[in-house]
C-alpha cells in the first residue's frame, strides 16, 4: 500500500524531496520505464509479425532440449529452471537490499553474492540453449524449425527469438557486473562509511527489471 | 513510524518502516514459484492436447497471460517496493505506462489486418501455408555452408 503520510505534511513547499526519495533512486525509476519501452517495442514488433503469420513455428517442439539429457523430449523443461534461478536470484536480491535496511554488511555480501551467482548460472544455461540452437540449425537468418502445421516457416521466428533474448541476456550480463561492483564496494565498507546501503536499493530496481522482463520473454517465446 | 532525521539522504525526509522480518518476500516468492507452475502446466496442456478447439486455445494463452502480469505486478510492488512509496511517485511511472495499451493493440491489431488483407490480395501469401517442410532429424540439420 502507498505509504501513510500525515495530511498536513507540506511535501511542495520546498526543502524537501516531494517523492520522499533520493535523486539516483528516482532517475533509476525513469530509467526503467524508459527501458521498458525499450523491451515493449522489441515484443510487440515481434506480436505484430506473429499476427500478420498465417502459421508460427510451436514453442513446445524447438525448445525441447536439456544439457546431458540428449534425444530426450522435454519440453519448456529447461527455460523452466532458468526461469526458477533468476526467480530465486531475485528474491536473494531483495534480501541483499533488506539487510541494507538493517545496515548489516555481512548479511549484504552473502545474499549479493548469491544473487551473482545466480546471474551467471542463467547466463550460462542461456549460453547452453543458444549453442543448442546454433547447432539445430537455427541463427539469425535461418531457421530449421517448421510451422505448428508442417508448412515452410520464415526466419522471423529466429531472428525475434536471438534479437530479445540476446538483449535481454546483455541486461542480465550488465545487472551482474553491477552486482559485482556493489558486491566490492560493501565489502570495503564504502556504504557503511556512507552511513546508507541505497546503491544496494539502486541496483537492486535494475536487476529485479531484468527479471521482470524475463516474465514477459518467457511469455511471449516459450508459453504461447 | 514519522521520524525525523536526515542520516539516511538529505532527500529521504520519511523514513520507510521495513518490517525487520523476511516473511512478505518468501510468501512473494512462493506466489510467484506457483503462478510459473500454472502457467507451465496450461502452457503443457496445449502441447498434450494439440487438437483442441481453437476457442479452448486462445482462452488458455489469455489466462498464462493474465498469469504473467499477476507476477509482474508482484514483482514491482513487493520486489521493487514500489508499493510503498508515495502515491505522487508511483503515478509518474504508472500513467506513462498506459501507453502500452494503445501500444499493443494497435500494433497486434494491424498485424492481424495486413494478414487478412494478404491472403485476400495476394495469391503466393495464400499458397505459401501449403507448401510443407521436409521434416529432417533433431540434430541432423544440415549446417550452413559456411560452417562445413
Known sequence: ??????????????????????????????????????????????????????????????????????????????????TFILIM??????????????????????????????????????????????????????????????????TNFTNFFFTITGFHGFHVFSGVLINIIMLFMAMSGTFDRRGHYLMIEKAGLYWHFVDLVWVFVFLCFYLI | MEQHHHTVSPEISVVHHHDSGTKRIWKTFWILLGITVIELGLGLTMYAFPNMSEWVHIAI????????????????????????????M????????????WFIGAFLWDGYSWKNLRNDYDPYKREEGTRKMEKKEHGAEQKPSHLQ
Not at chain 1, 525513469?30 to 523491451?39: E, G, H, K, Q, R
Not at chain 1, 539469425?140 to 515452410?152: E, I, K, L, T, Y
Request: one cysteine or more.
Open chain 1, 1 to 82: 500500500m502507498a505509504q501513510a503520510v500525515p495530511i498536513e505534511r507540506k511535501w511542495w513547499s520546498g526543502g524537501k524531496s516531494p517523492f520522499n526519495v533520493e535523486y539516483g533512486k528516482l532517475m533509476m525509476w525513469y530509467f526503467l520505464m524508459s527501458d521498458a519501452f525499450t523491451f515493449g517495442a522489441f515484443l510487440i514488433s515481434y506480436g505484430t509479425i506473429r499476427f500478420s503469420s498465417n502459421n508460427w513455428p510451436n514453442p513446445n517442439h524447438v525448445f525441447n532440449a536439456f544439457p546431458f539429457l540428449e534425444g530426450i523430449n522435454l519440453p519448456l523443461a529447461f527455460v523452466s529452471l532458468m
Open chain 1, 89 to 154: 536470484s531475485s528474491v536473494t536480491m531483495v534480501l541483499a537490499v533488506h539487510e541494507g535496511h538493517l545496515m548489516n554488511k555481512k548479511g549484504v555480501v552473502n545474499w549479493l553474492a548469491w544473487t551473482i551467482l545466480g546471474g551467471l548460472a542463467f547466463l550460462g544455461c542461456q549460453a547452453w540453449e543458444w549453442t543448442h540452437l546454433f547447432h539445430e540449425g537455427a541463427w539469425w537468418g535461418r531457421n530449421p524449425f517448421p510451422n505448428a502445421d508442417g508448412s515452410v516457416s520464415t
Open chain 2, 61 to 88: 494463452k489469455g489466462s498464462i497471460v493474465i498469469l504473467s502480469l499477476a507476477k509482474a505486478v508482484y514483482i514491482v510492488s513487493i520486489f521493487m517496493h514500489l508499493g510503498d512509496e508515495i502515491r505522487n
Open chain 2, 90 to 101: 508511483i503515478m509518474t511511472i504508472a500513467v506513462p505506462l498506459m501507453l502500452f495499451v
